[in-house]
């Protein structure tokens, strides 16, 4: 299985960005897909999954209402739309494919061999 990222840059307080995460080597519509990010010094942290047959779609706290997840299956290719970008947002993100989406709590039982390499956001003050 291959997850490559791509989309990430330096971007001004207030911009926006788009990741692509772009999938092959397994069967896309069998597996949810869920954007992480990790910053220096910090855990890895969840911030949104889609469910790629049921639809389902969940948002961390911190992104909801300035980040928008979609999904588009004839290219097995997920996007992270990012709006409003906060310094604070500021991480390496990776995209990773797991069991199910969960609107609650996100993507469940990630795969540990079905993670990308990630892209690097900065976002200035």
């Known amino acids: 299985a291959q997850l490559v990222e791509s989309g990430g840059g330096l971007v001004q307080a207030g911009g926006s960005l788009r990741l692509s995460c772009v999938t092959s080597?397994?069967?896309?519509?069998?597996?949810?897909i869920g954007w992480f990010r990790q910053a220096p010094g910090r855990g890895r942290e969840g911030v949104s999954c889609?469910?790629?047959?049921?639809?389902?779609?969940h948002y961390a706290d911190s992104v909801k209402g300035r980040f928008t997840i979609s999904s588009d299956n004839a290219k097995s290719t997920v996007y992270l739309q990012m709006n409003t970008l906060k310094p604070e947002d500021t991480a390496v993100y990776y995209c990773?494919?797991?069991?199910?989406?969960?609107?609650?709590?996100?993507?469940?039982?990630?795969?540990?061999?079905?993670w990308g390499r990630g892209t690097q956001v900065t976002v200035s003050s």
């Open positions: 889609v469910g790629t047959s049921d639809g389902n779609i």
């Open positions: 080597g397994f069967s896309f519509d069998e597996y949810a």
């Open positions: 990773a494919a797991g069991f199910r989406c969960s609107p609650q709590n996100g993507l469940l039982h990630p795969r540990d061999d079905y």
